[in-house]
């Protein structure tokens, strides 16, 4: 049985469809149009329909961590971030030992392929360290920082179903990396620089390589030179690259969210929450990585000061993005869907409202606070309930 879903407003890739609806059959999207919808309709009133935001980088939310390797962890993450307009994420590991890396890696591909009830989908995996540069470890455990070998990396794509490894953040510059890199692009993998001292050469070496991503730019890496623009001036500049940027006005002024946006252009700047476990939770101290974490507002820091990571949702990111870089809607929620959808190979069905795409649907109010999640046309989440 079809179903049709009629809003004040429909976000397609690339414009605003006022007065629309959205057709949808076995799941998929079977038609989208203006006016008068085609049959009875769930009318959303002023309600403005986007497509599912796709999170990246996302380590944990709801007091649950990819790290904690159990099916229960993972369910916790995916329904919070159904609630946060999220239908497909990639749960993310840290810098622990090859043993519990595996066992994270090995948990998430269990559950590839297959929703929990009432929650986002999981798209993959994405190995954040531990074959990163100490020197910019950040919150990242330095006892666990190794360089990262193609025995390591061979374990992982046991563990996982094929295409499961969608993304892993290395340091280009250290030895053995760049042969590291071509390797992984030649398995399907995505590369993302990140938690790097890597030069501007350097980088251009590694993109030659295969490397597309930079991980949560400007954070964790080389600080720009004007006559060593490094890491951070290739994100900045360098074709073939897309910057994950966390547009929380914390680990980006509002001003570097919009200079990202202006020079690397709306389609090659990936919105990421680099989610924790207190994601959801209220302000307190909390355990990261096997240590104190205090989370203040939207700020995650060690006691030292330094930044662990973020508790913004994506619809939080979005909304910040329209208002820093000032984005039209279709540009923000682009950067959150297409964009990261393209970054990992699964633009073909996720990612925009097309004809022929999975009908992962949320329906926001003006105030970008998520009233309906949708995943493949199923009402996975209701404001004040799950649905």
Same mark, same amino acid.
């Given at each position: 049985?079809?179903?049709?879903?009629?809003?004040?407003?429909?976000?397609?890739?690339?414009?605003?469809?006022?007065?629309?609806?959205?057709?949808?059959?076995?799941?998929?999207?079977?038609?989208?149009?203006?006016?008068?919808?085609?049959?009875?309709?769930?009318?959303?009133?002023?309600?403005?329909?986007?497509?599912?935001?796709?999170?990246?980088?996302?380590?944990?939310?709801?007091?649950?961590?990819?790290?904690?390797?159990?099916?229960?962890?993972?369910?916790?993450?995916?329904?919070?971030?159904?609630?946060?307009?999220?239908?497909?994420?990639?749960?993310?590991?840290?810098?622990?030992?090859?043993?519990?890396?595996?066992?994270?890696?090995?948990?998430?591909?269990?559950?590839?392929?297959?929703?929990?009830?009432?929650?986002?989908?999981?798209?993959?995996?994405?190995?954040?360290?531990?074959?990163?540069?100490?020197?910019?470890?950040?919150?990242?455990?330095? =006892?666990?920082? /190794? %360089?990262?070998?193609?025995? &390591?990396?061979?374990? +992982?794509?046991?563990? #996982?179903?094929?295409? @499961? $490894? *969608?993304?892993?953040?290395?340091?280009?510059?250290?030895?053995?990396?760049?042969?590291?890199?071509?390797?992984?692009?030649?398995?399907?993998?995505?590369?993302?620089?990140?938690?790097?001292?890597?030069?501007?050469?350097?980088?251009?070496?590694?993109?030659?390589?295969?490397?597309?991503?930079?991980?949560?730019?400007? =954070?964790?890496? /080389? %600080?720009?030179?004007?006559? &060593?623009?490094?890491? +951070?001036?290739?994100? #900045?500049?360098?074709? @073939? $690259? *897309?910057?994950?940027?966390?547009?929380?006005?914390?680990?980006?002024?509002?001003?570097?969210?919009?200079?990202?946006?202006?020079?690397?252009?709306?389609?090659?700047?990936?919105?990421?929450?680099?989610?924790?476990?207190?994601?959801?939770?209220?302000?307190?101290?909390?355990?990261?990585?096997?240590?104190?974490?205090?989370?203040?507002?939207?700020?995650?820091?060690?006691?030292?000061?330094?930044?662990?990571?973020?508790?913004?949702?994506?619809?939080?990111?979005?909304?910040?993005?329209?208002?820093?870089?000032?984005?039209?809607?279709?540009?923000?929620?682009?950067?959150?869907?297409?964009?990261?959808?393209?970054?990992?190979?699964?633009?073909?069905?996720?990612?925009?409202?097309?004809?022929?795409?999975?009908?992962?649907?949320?329906?926001?109010?003006?105030?970008?606070?998520?009233?309906?999640?949708?995943?493949?046309?199923?009402?996975?989440?209701?404001?004040?309930?799950?649905?």
């Amino acid at each position: 049985m079809a179903l049709i879903l009629k809003a004040g407003r429909i976000v397609l890739p690339q414009r605003e469809l006022v007065g629309g609806w959205v057709q949808v059959e076995a799941g998929k999207i079977a038609a989208i149009g203006s006016g008068q919808a085609p049959g009875p309709a769930v009318d959303l009133g002023e309600l403005t329909l986007i497509p599912g935001l796709i999170d990246l980088h996302v380590h944990g939310g709801g007091g649950a961590d990819t790290m904690d390797a159990t099916p229960q962890a993972l369910q916790t993450m995916a329904r919070l971030f159904a609630s946060a307009g999220v239908t497909g994420f990639l749960p993310t590991t840290m810098s622990a030992s090859q043993k519990d890396i595996a066992r994270a890696v090995e948990n998430v591909g269990k559950f590839m392929g297959q929703a929990f009830p009432e929650a986002a989908r999981i798209l993959g995996v994405h190995v954040e360290g531990p074959f990163i540069a100490s020197e910019y470890k950040g919150a990242q455990p330095e =006892n666990a920082i /190794r %360089p990262g070998t193609r025995t &390591e990396i061979d374990q +992982l794509y046991e563990l #996982l179903p094929p295409g @499961g $490894l *969608k993304l892993l953040t290395l340091a280009p510059e250290l030895p053995g990396h760049l042969a590291l890199i071509g390797y992984l692009a030649s398995r399907g993998t995505y590369v993302a620089a990140g938690h790097s001292d890597a030069t501007y050469a350097q980088m251009q070496e590694a993109v030659r390589a295969g490397l597309s991503q930079v991980t949560h730019t400007g =954070n964790g890496m /080389r %600080p720009f030179h004007h006559r &060593e623009p490094g890491i +951070l001036g290739a994100a #900045l500049s360098l074709e @073939g $690259l *897309k910057a994950q940027i966390i547009s929380d006005g914390i680990h980006l002024h509002p001003a570097t969210v919009k200079l990202f946006v202006q020079s690397r252009g709306a389609d090659d700047v990936i919105l990421i929450t680099d989610g924790l476990k207190a994601m959801g939770y209220p302000d307190g101290e909390y355990d990261f990585g096997g240590e104190k974490m205090i989370v203040k507002g939207l700020e995650a820091r060690r006691p030292s000061g330094s930044l662990c990571g973020s508790v913004i949702t994506m619809i939080q990111e979005v909304q910040n993005a329209c208002n820093f870089a000032q984005l039209n809607l279709w540009q923000a929620v682009r950067a959150a869907s297409l964009v990261p959808a393209q970054a990992i190979g699964v633009c073909e069905l996720y990612g925009s409202i097309e004809v022929g795409k999975a009908a992962d649907l949320v329906a926001i109010n003006s105030e970008f606070q998520v009233e309906r999640t949708y995943l493949e046309g199923e009402l996975i989440y209701r404001r004040g309930n799950l649905a």
